[in-house]
């Protein structure tokens, strides 16, 4: 495992969180623990919370071979779960009022290079998606199950995929062939439809497609929604909150949520992106969007 995961945006986050020693910090998506680690290197206590057990094994892995920069394991607090309970993980963790809170919203890279993880288009693997491997319902079950309405809903509503319906379509007439196992199938098909409409694109046609089931899976804008709130009651007076989305639906439950909430001070008047030098070392940082927030 040479690198779990890029963190995005590493430089502008922390600036925003204002990190000053002893101060105390929640990550909601601790990923590979780079977010974290640099708060701790800063002097901060890190709650670090991910729903992948796989995550938290790789930054505990980190702490014990010396290579992070944790002094004291009081630090550094580790648990494995959904950011949606975030207030009631931060209680009974010692972290009921906190500086800043950090979202960093997503799959990792670890996630996507991973081909056992069926997260991505690019590796062939089973068609699974979940980040929590405790959830009942994965990608197969989907794409094998539901409707061609159903299908177009999720293709179109969280991919924004312009021909949701002829590539809901051909899934249901590929099924009845053979049900879909693999990512490699699905992406096929999604890839056969832009060939039949001729159509070029700059990204992968199966992209839009592989990104809506994820969300609907792993119920991350409804999730988001839940989180949001209890980030208010958990932030001290002046503490912030930091969000990195990767997905305009993400970005605009966070910007309303922002804008509505009158116990916070935006602090980014639009969202802050990548430099182009952080896009061409890490191409999937293209569409990370930040915006931070201050209690007031």
Known sequence: MKKYHQSVLLKESIGYLNV???????DATAGGGGHTFEILRLGGKVLAIDRDP???????????SQK??????????????NFNQ??????????????????????????????????????????????DPKLTINAADIVNN?????LNEIFKKFGQEKFSWPIANAIIRARQIK??????????????VYRKFKVQTNID???????????VINSELLNLEEALPQTVNLLKNNGRLVIISFHSLEDAIVKRFFKENKKLKV???SPIGPENWEILQNPRSRSAKLRAAQKI
Do not use: C, W
């Not at 020693?21 to 929640?26: D, L």
């Not at 539901?146 to 159903?150: G, I, K, L, V």
């Not at 046609?205 to 969300?215: C, D, E, G, H, N």
């Open 68 to 81: 992070s920069k944790v002094k004291s394991i009081e630090e550094l607090v580790l648990v494995v779960g």
């Open 205 to 215: 046609p199966a992209t839009k497609v592989f990104q809506s089931l994820r969300i």
């Open 86 to 131: 975030v207030g009631e993980i931060a209680r009974k963790n010692g972290f009921g009022k906190v500086d800043g809170i950090l979202f960093d919203l997503g799959v990792s890279s670890y996630q996507l290079e991973e081909a056992q993880r069926g997260f991505s288009f690019q590796k062939s693997g089973p068609l699974d998606m979940r980040m």
């Open 146 to 150: 539901f409707n061609q309405r159903r």
């Open 20 to 26: 000053k020693k002893g101060e105390r910090f929640i």
């Open 179 to 192: 049900s879909f196992e693999t990512t490699e199938e699905l992406a096929n098909v999604a890839r056969e």
């Open 54 to 64: 796989k995550s938290i094994e790789h930054i505990k892995k980190k702490v014990k």
């Open 267 to 269: 602090l980014t008047k």
